[in-house]
């Protein structure tokens, strides 16, 4: 075997080991946000508070993906809120969803995306804008370790809660008849009207 043959299969042998897949990676912890970043530059998004819960006790929940070792979390985070994993920081401006009675149903949330450029202590921010659960190539985070999507923001609206108990069965139609009880006669069916 030639020198320069068994130098190009050591040095692609070296490669297949530095590239080796079934070392696990280390789990994506929480960790502190830099100082210069920890005043978050992001402002509140005006709302009308009125007709649901107010922003500040709004929780959106955004999913998070690193796709080199992937590891998916959820992060549950408060308009002004904001949270950093390894080196990507997650910010919340606001979320919102449309009332129960609007269609089509739309949830979304006004979400900046920070990452830090490898090697060096800069953060550069990937994106900035609304991302929506039901149509998520709207608007979509573009980069290739991570991947951050919109799944919940918990609110409520006037009403929404007397209205999903009201067309609820109530306890005694859906109870059981108790053994040696007689049966409740059944309603007579309306007879069908005939057109002529």
Known sequence: MSLLRLAIVGAGALALVACDSSAPEPEAEETEIPDDL??????????????????????????????????????????GEQQRFDNIIIRLASCERTAPWEHP????????????DRGTSDWRRIFS?????????????????????????????????????????TASATAAPEAGAPAA??????????SN
């Open 38 to 79: 920890a005043d978050s530059s992001l402002p509140l998004v005006e709302v009308d508070d009125s007709l649901g819960t107010p922003l500040e006790e709004r929780v959106a929940t955004i999913g998070l993906i690193n796709k080199r070792n992937n590891i998916t979390r959820d992060i549950e985070l408060r308009p």
């Open 105 to 116: 149903p739309l949830t979304g949330a006004f979400v900046q995306v920070l990452v830090q």
């Open 185 to 194: 006669p059944e309603a007579e069916a309306a007879p069908a009207e005939v």
């Open 129 to 169: 804008g609304w991302l929506y659960k039901e149509a998520p190539a709207v608007n979509v985070v573009e980069h290739p370790i991570y991947d951050v999507w919109v799944k919940d923001c918990a609110m409520s609206f006037p009403g929404e809660e007397t209205a999903v108990s009201s067309s609820a069965p």
